[in-house]
Structure formats: structure tokens, C-alpha cells
């Protein structure tokens, strides 16, 4: 709404209280030094209690301390167009900046707000997610507040504010109190939304919000009569306008101006006249004064109903059939009966007011007050409110809005096989859903669906309808997909889509096995090869993803012959390639072949964020990257990855997967203090996204496996009660495997026996699948740590075993781990050697935090000063703290003044150079920071050096 100001002037009634608070906000909000603050204030009352009149105060008061005004209204009939609070707020200020200047202004944020807002044009490609959507409002906002500070946002009937911008500013508004911006809004409690409870909850100034406003006392009536009709106005007239409009400020405020119009004397014999002139102003009495004015004059009245508020007269005019000197002769008429008024200068006198002037010059028309448009709407008849609304469809459509402004129109209209109505309810639904508001265009495409749309296009339409729904009504997603397929289609691209948006709702419902099914039926009735294996693709991914996988080792085997003969010439060959290298690693194939095929599928580029394809296959190909001692290329891969998600405004499950991952990959380097860091970040994110989802189970298992590393078990366990982790674990494959960690968790506090039983689980669940890499999944080392003192032999064969594993899978850190753990439950006398091995193999890795644990157990066993000193500068150095602690009683020396950098020295570029080019006279100790900080083994170092010069430039 474009903030303007007004010539009216009004007097307010005992609203001393609300205004003192205004007054103290906003001597807060514009007050000198470093103590002006922010607030939020609200106002909630029932309707006519003079909400609007207040705001207008607020804003006016704004102005005077030279306050920038941020003003927006809810419409009852706006409520289903998305966007159109935020869009009142924030287009004003950026009028009449250039594309050039909005695209620098905005930066990254310009593709992913800009359409919700009305900015530009949805761009093609994924939209951005709800979160991603709502933290780029934020930053607009918070832009905005920074730049023309101090700011007043005013908001007036939040009640009926669109669900999108409400959901948004109920989020926003802690913030207002930390922010040069003092945000108003106003009310009826008894219909505001429950996502808007902020308003409703939020403490505020002086202990007390929101600010409920009463109705005004007899005294307070009784002056505004006089003020109206002359202060000869006799006690039992004034008495009874109050009795009759029970202290209604608006009702109140119409009551005394027909006074005034009807020539009464405000004398108590005429005081039993007043109830009916109050009910002139209110339903079928209302409608009776409207209808008194005249067929054309009803119908253009009707017309400005439908179309709700800052209403284009040539607008309505079209909408009612009129021409415009009809709709001129109307719109008098209406405003002489102080049914319509310019737009800014709505609502007429309403909390207990004098009588003001008109803004004539205002270029859009509003009713007096929302009280007579609810009442004018509700009195059209049925079929022609729905004719009129389809009428206001097509005008909107010709004056050149837009098919989303049209909808809201269409969804008010009864089906009628309109082919127009359908194209321009998907047109809309296209474009709010680019736009970040998939509910708006669910509501849409379910509004088509029922037209009904064309025999051919049936099929198209369930499937927009089940990939707008995909976020909030997965289950209903599903049955849309599946309609979607039952309808007959001679387009094999879009069946294509359709089985693969079904696969993936299934699969991130937990109903992997489905997913794969839905796929297996597809694939034989396919006839392009291409097309046939996309579908494969997408089947190999999901069954790589479940965990009860019934023949895993068979999948994998079809997927070695698949792969090992593809090219890579397309994005679709490498993602089958990309699947085979996790595959590969999972099984434990040498890490040549694993890092080869993963190769492959990076040869060329691989975006994290193709409109029809999840970001799994890319995660899986940087993953490989870590368990093969290249944790540092993989960082290089998700730091590319995060970027993208960034830009494309995904900030939920994505951006916390990213994070989380990330973190892994730090714990992984042994940088337990900035992997915990980015875990609390990706559990933020997590918590957005819901408790439970596959999203925050990687965030807590990350998290509670970083917190084990650096000694905090009960931190961990208090972490792991809070958020309800463990049984029953998800039926996605999570990694590090949820019930792996969670058994890690139990034996860190001694609980044995359950970490038994977990494990041997976690035995049964992967031993079947084929998948027997310790690198993946150590649970044959946690298991053998947890039966030592009770079966010895068996923790010996576990250990073994999982050192014949790691020695054929080939990474440093994971044969170095499992060496760790055979010398910790081997006899005495075989234990040196074992863990010398381990340091040895460790020292040459990027594994900080595992070298830290070797060292420290092969100087306690040969109690060497110099090899438990090494082992706290480790431990501190990863962040180890307990480790590190412990290490302190035993070290005679003061070790001090350690620093972690990230970058090589020159010392350090020299010596790897020299070790690259095959010098073997490099100390192993100065090498295993250098493997540690460019996170890669001996055989990756070339490439690790290569990628450090080119960061460096």
C-alpha cells in the first residue's frame, strides 16, 4: 500500500493509553545514541472498535518524527493471492528503480525475491523453497530498515493478511525489538491465524501486548454527538446513541453523521429513532440504503465487493457493466452515502473521531470500512457473486495483471469445462509456485482439476498439482501421481516426470521400497533407451538409499555392468557412474576404483541443483571423496554445492544437508571444533524442516558423533534425549549410520549390553546387503571394543576382519582405525606393532582426530614422552579436548603456543613439493600436518598441492 498522506485530521477518544505507548515506542525507536531501540506493538479488537483510526494516528505521528512508513492492509477478498502484504510493503520503497539498480541492490537475492514480490519475472528452473524464500524477505526487510531507519511498519487487519506474507512477518517480528523499526499491527483476535500467533504471544512494552482496545464509555460517545450535531444534544439522545451502538466507535461515528444528514433533533423524544438508523448501517439495513440508491449504482457497489480494496474505478466499471460516466454518477453516490471513499482515506472516522475531509485525489477507491464491504459481499446473490467474480477474472486478465491476480477470482467461480479457466489457473499456479508459494498454486491447480481440464490434459494437470504439493501434502502428492498415471498420454516426457516425481515423494516419505517399485514398472513399458535409463538411474539411486534393500548384492551387480560400460556422455551416465562409485565404496572395492569411477562422474560439470533431479547423486560423488582420504577435494565439491543451494534460495533441507555434511567432513580431518559448529548450524536448519525427517537425522548423528570425539558424552546423550534419537531408526541408508552412532553413544556411557545388541542389529541389517566397508560403517569395531572383556575371541575376530576390510578397501585412516582397535583388544605382546602400523598409516592420512587416539595409545604402551607430547599437540590441535586433558597429566613437557592455519607455510608447500617429486627424506611428522591441512592422503597429494596454488592465486 503506498503510504500517502492525508488531510484528515482526527480527534481521538480515549485512546490515551494506546497512544502514550505509541508515543513511548517512538521515542525509543528516534531517541539519540545507542540505546534507541526497536518494538512491536499490537492492537487487537473486535470490528468498528477504531483499529485503522489508530494505525492512521501511528502513521501520522511516524511522519512527524521524520520516521520512514512501511504500510500494508489485509483484504478479505486478497487473502488467497500470495505475496500481496509483502508486495504493499516493500514495491513502494523500490519505485522506480531500474532492473540494473534492483539486480545490484538486491545481489543474489534478486532472482529468489523478486517474483514474490512483483520485482521481475519467476526465472526458469527449481523455485526456491519456502525458508529460502522467507530469509530472503528477511534480508530485504532488515536491507530496507538499515538503509532509512528509523522505520515504522504499519500493518492494518493482519487477520486477513495473505497466508504467505503473515507466516513471514509472525517470524520477523522478534526481530523488530533488535532493529531501528518500530512494527504495528492491528487485529480481530477472533479470526487471526494460528501460524500469526507471534502477534498475539510476543511480551511487550510496559509487560503488556498485545494492547486490547475497549469500546467507548457513554461519557466518550456523548462528546462525539455533541462535537457532531452541536452541544445542545440533550443527556438522554447522547445515552441512548451509545446505548444503541454499545459504544462502537465506527458505529458510533455513522450514527451521529446521519444525525446530522436527517435533520434530527438530538433530543431525547427522537432518541427511539436511533436504533433504527443503526441498523440502516448494518446487513439487511445497509443493503436496503445501497439498494435505494439505484440498480447501476448496486451493481457497481457489487463489482467493488468482489474486487476488494484499493479498487481501479474503470475497474469495477467493466466488472458492473457500466460505462465510466455511469461508474463516475455511482461512485458520488456511494460516497455521499459514506459507503465508498478514495483509497488511503478508508475506514472512515473510527476510533471515536470527528468528521474529516476526503481525499478526492486518491486513484484507487476503498470502501468506508471493512464492516460494509464483508456486508455489501455477503448480500449478492450466490449465482451472481460467481458470474461477477468470473467477470473480474477476465477484466484483470485484459487490463494487463496477470493470470495470479485473475485466480483468486477463478477460485470463487463454480467449474463450468472452460478451457480458459484452466490455462490461466496453471499459468498462475506456474508462476507462484516459481515464485515460492506452492500452496497458493495447489489451491490453484486443484481449482483446474475441478473445471474439469480437457481429456489430454488431465494427466498434466494432477501431475502440476502433485509437484506443488510436495512440500506440504506428500501423502495427497502421491495419489495425484498416481491418477496422474492411470490417465492415458501420448506424451512419453511427461509420463517420464511423473513416475520419477512419484518415486521421489515416495522415497522421502520413507517408503523407499515403493519408490523403486513404482520405478521397476515403468522401465519395461519404456521404449527410448535414454528415457529407460533415466528411469534406471533413478531406481539404482533410491534402492542405494533403503536401508532393507531385499537383494542388494544383485542390484549391485546390474549397476557395475551398467556403469563400468557408459561413457559419461550425458548427465544421465554420470549419475549412473556417480552411483556406482558409492556402491563401490560401500562394498569396500579398492579406493582406486571407487575414486575412478567417481572421476568419471565429475568430468564434466555437475550441478547440485537441476530442476528435475535431486542433489543426491552429487553428495554421493563428494562423499566418496572423504572415506577415500580426500576429504579435502570433497569440501571443495560441497563448498561448490552449498553455493548453489544458496543462490537458488534453498534453505531447508538442502542447505542443512549441506551443512551437516560438511561437518562430517570436518570431523572426518579431525576439526571436531568447527565440525560442531557447522552440525549446529545443519540442526538449525533441521529443526525447520521437521524432527524425524532424513534431514535431521544426519544432523543429530553428525552432531552426536563430534560431541563423542571431543569428550562430551553427556552432552551428547542429553543432546540425543531431546531430540528422541533411536529406535525406530529410518529406513534410509544415513550416514555415519544412525544406529551405529547411537550404539557408539551407549557404550561411551557404559551401557554395554544395549551397544550389543545395537550392533549385532546393525550386523544383521548390513552384512545381507553386501555392504562391509569399516570406512562406511566401523560397527565390527564398536562391536569388538564392547564384547572384549567378556569374549575376547570374538572382538579379535571382529577386529581382524574389519583390518582384512579396510586393507582391501585401501584408505590410510580406515585400515589405521581398525589396526587402532585390534591392538586395544589384542593379547599384550602383539600390541605395539599393531598400533605402530596404525600411526604410521594415520601420519600419512588426513584423519587428525584417529591419529591423535593411535598416538596416544602407542605412547602409553611404550610410554614415550615423545609420542604422548605429539599426541596432545594433535589432540589440541583437532579440538580433542578430553583427549587433550588427559594427555596433560601424563606429558612431562609444557607444550604451548600451539595455532591451527588453514593454508600451508612456504616451508610446508616446499616439502610436499619435494615429497611429490619423489624425495624420501621428508620427516613423516612435518607430512602429517601437510596431509592433515590439505586434507588428503600420499597418493592424492599431487592434485591437493595442485588445487592450493590454485586457491592461493
Known sequence: MTERRTRIRRTMFERETELATVDEALEQLTGPGPDADGALLAFSGPAGLGKTTLLAEVRRRSHAKACTVLAARGGEQEQSQPFHVARQLIQPQLAGTSEEELRAALGSWYAIVGPALGLCAPEQGAPPDPQGLRDGLDWVLTHLIVQRAPVTLVLDDAHWADPESLGWLAAFAPRAEHLP?????????????????????????????????????????????????????????????????TGNPFEAVELTAKVRDKGLEPVEASAPLLRDLVAAQRGSGLVARLHSLGPSTVRFAWACAVLGTAIPQDLAARVAGLGAEEAVDATARLRDARILSGAGAASGPAAGSGSGERDDNATGLEFVHPLIATAIYRAIPDALRVALHGKAAAAVVDAGLGPSAAARHLLETHPESDPWVVRTLREAAGENLRAGAPEAARRQLARALREPPDFDERAAVL????????????????????????EPSDDPALRQGIVIRLAQVLAHSDRLADASEALAREIPHTQDVRARLRLQSEQFMWDAFNAAEPDSPARSRRLARLADRLTGRDLTERYVIGLRAWDACLRGEPVDVVLHHASRALSTGFSWAYEDRGFEVPVLAAMVHMYADRPGRAEELFEAGTAEFERQGWHGAHLSFAYSLRAYIRYRRGRLAEAEELARAGLRLAERVGRRTPVHWYAIAILVTTLLARGRVDEAWELAREHEYGEPFPAAVVFPDSQTVYAELLLARGQVKAAVAELEAVERRLTPRGIQNPSWCPWQLHLARAVASEDPARARALAADAVRRARAFGAPSGIGQALRVAAEVAPPQERVALLTEAVSLLAASPAGYELAVALNALGTELGDQDLLTWAMVAARECGADALAASLLTRVNSIVCGLTWQDGLTEEEVLLARRTVDGDPTVPAEDLSWIYRKLGTDRPGLRDALEAFARSSR
Open 463 to 486: 501431475y502440476e498439482l502433485g509437484c506443488a504439493s510436495l512440500l506440504t501434502e506428500p501423502a495427497n502428492t502421491v495419489n495425484h501421481l498416481r491418477a496422474a498415471l492411470a
Open 181 to 245: 523499526l518500530l512494527l504495528v499491527v492491528a487485529y480481530r483476535p477472533d479470526e487471526l491465524p494460528a501460524h500469526a500467533e507471534a502477534f498475539r504471544t510476543l511480551p511487550g512494552r510496559a509487560g503488556h501486548r498485545p494492547l486490547t482496545l475497549a469500546p467507548l464509555t457513554e461519557d466518550a460517545v456523548s462528546t462525539l454527538v455533541r462535537e457532531a450535531v452541536g452541544e445542545h444534544a440533550d443527556d438522554a439522545f447522547c445515552r441512548e446513541a451509545w446505548a444503541v451502538t
